[in-house]
């Protein structure tokens, strides 16, 4: 008989190098920076930024964007609510394991559904942080850079997110960026990696771990 599927026969392995070592490898802690927000709020923008500016400060990170792992290791998943919780689990899991390497791991996705980013957090809760790109659906959809919400005005994308599927914004967020002053003033790319650099900085995460302070 076959126990292939059968997960009592899976055990874990350790091993000898461990997460503090290799974060003490790379003089910095591994995490998890999510950004999440509608379509054209900007996120993959902002995490190329940020990995520019940790590149440039001799830190490693690694950016998933969910539109390219569509082409690979979500290639057979749609944008029902079932597909979409799937991709968000895989990309949480794959996160955890950048994040465990002492990798700075930059996931930029949708992520609307509220469950799932939570989801995700459970995976790495103290070393978690949530980026919420709170740009407003007009400005976005004047954006429009994919001209996709032009296709789902028109009828011909279905369940799209802000227009005919709910996002659902964080209620703790780390750190929430959005238009500034009066005039409703976006920041720039610059401007907004910065915010989170400083967020990682003053946390420690752009320094080797301490004794007293191993994450």
Known sequence: MSTVSNS???????????????????????????????????????????????????????????????????????????????NIRRVGEVAKLFADSGLICIASLISPYRKDRDGCRELLPENFIEVFLNMPLELCERRDPKGLYKLARAGKIKGFTGIDDPYEPPLKCEIEIELEGKGGHCPTPNEMAGQVVSYLEDRGYLEAPSASSQR
């Open 8 to 86: 009592s026969n899976i055990f874990w392995h350790e091993y000898p190098v461990s997460k503090v070592d290799r974060q003490k490898l790379l003089n910095q802690q591994g995490c998890i920076v999510w950004i999440t927000g509608l379509s054209g709020s900007g996120k993959s923008t902002l995490a190329c930024s940020l990995g520019r500016q940790l590149h440039s400060r001799g830190k490693l990170s690694y950016v998933l964007d969910g539109d390219n792992l569509r082409h690979g290791l979500n290639k057979n998943l749609g944008f029902s609510p079932e597909d979409r919780a799937e």
